[in-house]
């Protein structure tokens, strides 16, 4: 029987360092006001969706990651406005959805100054995550002479 591990393909931490753990922590120790402001709302669900924040995925740590629909939210500053910055935000963000997640980004004066509509659009996202997901395991079929498993 194969072991059960949240930081093997798919589980919580897919692939996750555990080093990555210890930045994670102190990086939830030190969010930033827009980040802060955005987990006071989601930080008990959205649409019995838990979220969690600072959240290490691969070589990555999420601002906030709802395993369940496979979502990542990134808050990012002016800084992420600069050319290589948001050079490497892209190349970063195309590697993650290459594992099958989806990520959204929200500027910080969004998350500041228009918070209801963030907290829809993550709402909208969340419900077309789960209808994808819902989807792909109705269309994944077990191979002949044993079950399935779902990735």
């Known amino acids: 029987m ?33 980040e802060t402001v955005l987990w006071m709302h989601i930080k008990t669900g959205v649409n019995d969706f838990k979220f969690r924040r600072q959240h290490p995925i691969g070589l990555y740590i999420a601002d906030f990651y ?32 290459s594992w099958d997640y989806k990520v959204i980004r929200f500027s910080n004066e969004q998350v500041l100054k228009e918070i209801e509509v963030v907290l829809q659009k993550i709402t909208e996202v969340l419900i077309i995550q789960t209808q ?6 109705r269309s994944v079929k077990p191979p002949l002479g044993g079950l399935g498993v779902l990735l």
């Open 66 to 97: 709802c395993h369940k629909a496979r979502l990542i939210i990134e808050v990012d500053g002016s800084i992420h406005n600069l050319v290589e910055n948001n050079k490497a935000d892209q190349a970063r963000q195309t590697e993650i959805e």
């Open 132 to 137: 994808n997901a819902s989807s792909k395991r």
């Open 2 to 34: 194969a072991l059960k591990t949240p930081y093997k393909k798919g589980g919580m931490f897919e692939g996750a360092n555990y080093l990555l753990f210890e930045t994670a922590k102190e990086l939830r120790k030190n969010m930033t006001v827009a």
